[in-house]
């Protein structure tokens, strides 16, 4: 038996072979436009993590999310070429760099790192539901599906290293007054 994730990406891949595909409107344009932004942004910051840490499992997980992104901002150009949509500007990718080489008033923490991706992540995961709530033609959905598909799978994978190291930002919690346990 297939699973619900399973089940509506072969509903929209059956749906999308048989509809002719309109023009983007430009609520799909600008998610996608702006999505692709953040992408190739969280990838510049990608690079500058792996050009600080030299921890092993979170250089790992950050060429995990690097290389999601990638594939995501490619499938994206790929699309812009083919309805003619212009890309937007982005930050270069930077060159390597030892982590020993940087000073430790510039370096950044592992920490800060980890929270860094976080932040990217989850502004992903936002942009992806809106875009999938947003799009008409059903390529555009599905590619939005697999999109937050995946990122929605990295965040599985990335929650538990940032759990075991204390890296998560957890706010106060909220007890109602009266409540027992106050």
Not at 7 to 12: A, E, K, Q
Not at 83 to 101: A, M, Q, V
Request: charged content about 25%.
């Amino acid at each position: 038996m297939t699973n619900i994730g399973e089940s509506l990406t072969n509903i929209l891949k059956t749906v999308t072979d048989d509809v002719p595909k309109n023009p983007l409107h430009v609520g799909e344009v600008m998610n996608l436009w702006t999505y692709l932004t953040l992408l190739e942004e969280a990838n510049r910051f990608a690079e500058i993590g792996l050009n600080t840490t030299s921890d092993d499992e979170l250089r790992e997980a950050i060429k995990h999310s690097w290389d999601d992104c990638d594939k995501q901002a490619k499938k994206i150009k790929e699309l812009f070429r083919e309805e003619g949509i212009s890309l937007p500007p982005t930050t270069e990718p930077k060159t390597n760099s030892d982590p020993k080489d940087i000073p430790l008033g510039v370096k950044l923490t592992d920490d800060e790192i980890a929270n860094g991706v976080v932040m990217k992540l989850t502004t992903a995961i936002s942009i992806c539901g809106v875009g999938l709530s947003q799009s008409l033609r059903t390529d555009i959905g599905a590619m939005w599906y697999d999109f937050l598909k995946t990122r929605v799978k990295f965040s599985a994978y990335y929650m538990p290293i940032m759990r075991k190291r204390g890296w998560i930002k957890v706010p106060p919690y909220y007890v109602p007054n009266g409540h027992p346990n106050q």
